[in-house]
DNA sequence: TTGATACTAAACAATGTGTTGATTTTTTGT
DNA sequence: ACAAAAAATCAACACATTGTTTAGTATCAA
């Protein structure tokens, strides 16, 4: 009973971000966020720089709320499915996430470009191995070499995706839904 | 005849790098790049701010300059070997390499975990592709899916040295050569 | 020693930062 | 429709950093 209350966000609120979020990101695709400027945001925005700290404290605070929003969203995105280590599952979830990363493609490329921050990189992978690693943990590895396995396969399927969205997206021979699964499922066999 | 005067480089300018890079690099493990200042970097080296001018635009400018001798510095220590398809061979380099990070673990933790620079990235990238996938360009791949490849054991390869240095360069079961080896060739053999 | 080069110190305008308090506008609940 | 609450605005503030200039000093290489 208690929490059930979700209070309504003023729209005020809502435009206010939203178009602070929008301006951010048009400059990021600009310029090195190291040059970006609290007051261009906002003139940008046309939002009064007290109200940008009203909500957020500075440029870094506001990518790490987006970057937030994203994971969240991508969450909910693939609640609706259902596990299996049925192969062709895995192919079409991956299949949804890549569709998801074209809808988006514009602020996923940002995002992912910026690594700096270690929290973010995780829970990327932790999508990533919770995909395509389930039986990778199942088996009796030893642990050690494990984590550096899912270094490896993580970090890589990130990089791999920096490469499509920079390229276009041009869907290669193989699905990118297939060579992930491929590298990181064959990758793992040397080890067993 | 022309370019073979190799200026010799003022001792005073040799230590206003040195001293400028060392308490950059020092500041860097403190605090995020955003935060550190022109000036503070000056007042921990001693060093008057024009001079920084002098001989950096800014933090960055100095950072990427990190970046370039570290690469050439690399290229300098592994020059002296000479390329085999041979496995121990390539095991072996890769283990030169692994020293040459160990020894100089500071700096390459600190680099490698901003990259958001592509350059230096792909730099490193290069590095790890020439040594790691000789035979894999040799065969007969659709190109386009071997570029996606190379991302993906590239980038890959990164992250698991990331992982390497965060945890304090334990040495694992297998030696990290052998899984980097491993898990680049193992994972081709799904495209054959 | 000498000429060249590099560093320092001080001053400068320009820009961005983060916070304040008073005021206006919009939303919300009744 | 109205009053209370919440949010955005505005102007002003002290402050720090930036990047550049100028003149003087120290160090270097030869």
Redesign the pocket.
């Known amino acids: 009973m208690e929490k059930q209350k979700k209070k ?1 966000v ?4 809502q435009y ?1 971000k939203m178009v602070l979020r929008q301006s951010f990101i048009d400059l990021l695709e600009k310029y090195p966020i190291s040059k970006i ?4 945001i906002c003139e940008k925005a046309d ?5 940008f ?3 957020y404290a ?1 440029q870094y605070d506001l990518l790490n709320q987006i970057k937030q929003e994203l994971i969240d969203d991508v969450h909910v995105y693939l609640a609706n499915f259902t596990f299996h280590d049925n192969k062709s599952e895995s192919v079409q979830l991956l299949n949804k996430i890549f569709e998801y990363i074209k809808e988006n493609s514009k602020i996923c490329s940002v995002l992912l470009n910026d690594t700096t921050d270690a929290a973010f990189y995780e829970q990327i992978m932790a999508i990533v191995q919770n995909l395509c690693m389930e039986q990778l943990t199942k088996k009796a590895f030893n642990q050690n070499t494990v984590d550096y396995i899912i270094s490896f396969a993580a970090t890589g399927s990130i990089g791999l995706i920096r490469k499509w969205l920079d390229t276009g997206m041009k869907e290669p021979t193989y699905t990118m839904a297939e060579i992930i699964l491929k590298l990181t499922n064959q990758g793992l066999t040397a080890f067993v």
Chains 1, 2 share one sequence.
């Open positions: 309504k003023d729209r005020r609120v206010t400027t609290i007051k261009s939002i009064n720089r007290t109200t700290y009203a909500h500075d």
